[in-house]
């Protein structure tokens, strides 16, 4: 399912993750561009596509996440899709070594998240609505 958040006031905050539930990994298809003033995808305000998987115990949290650790790289989401448990997305299909490499890193008290290679192109904003129509 693909999901537009610019702006969106409605990610909840990190701090009211329900702890009671257990951390599960997550995996999301993101679609960024840096904030602005920000040349961190290059000197022509790109925008990129990056592949995220976090700890978290739904996929709102999951979502705010990830937008808390791209907030740090100076990047914000424009859309994200096909975000699952981890486990639900290996069980239908198969997923990059590096992917499952970065999994296997996350800690509940240590690394978070993690990205794959950032897929950069040059950014329009009249294409920011690049998975297709809403």
Same mark, same amino acid.
């Given at each position: 399912m693909r999901r537009t958040i610019l702006k969106n006031p409605s990610l909840p905050r990190l701090t009211?993750?329900?702890h009671e539930r257990s951390l599960v990994p997550w995996i999301g298809l993101f679609? %960024?561009? &840096? #904030? &602005?003033?920000?040349? %961190? #995808?290059g000197p022509d305000g790109c925008g990129a596509f990056v592949t995220a998987v976090a700890l978290a115990d739904s996929e709102? +949290? +999951?979502v705010a996440y990830v937008d808390s650790a791209l907030i740090e790289y100076e990047l914000e989401i424009v859309e994200y899709e096909d975000t699952e448990e981890y486990q639900s997305r290996?069980? !239908?299909t198969s997923v990059s070594g590096y992917i499952s !490499? #970065?999994?296997?890193t996350l800690e509940p008290t240590g690394s978070r998240s993690g990205?794959? &290679?950032f897929q950069v192109y040059p950014f329009d904003e009249e294409e920011a609505g690049? +998975?297709?129509?809403?």
């Open positions: 009211q993750m329900n679609h %960024v561009k &840096p #904030l &602005p003033g920000s040349d %961190v #995808l709102a +949290f +999951f290996i069980a !239908r !490499r #970065l999994v296997e990205f794959s &290679p690049v +998975f297709g129509p809403s």
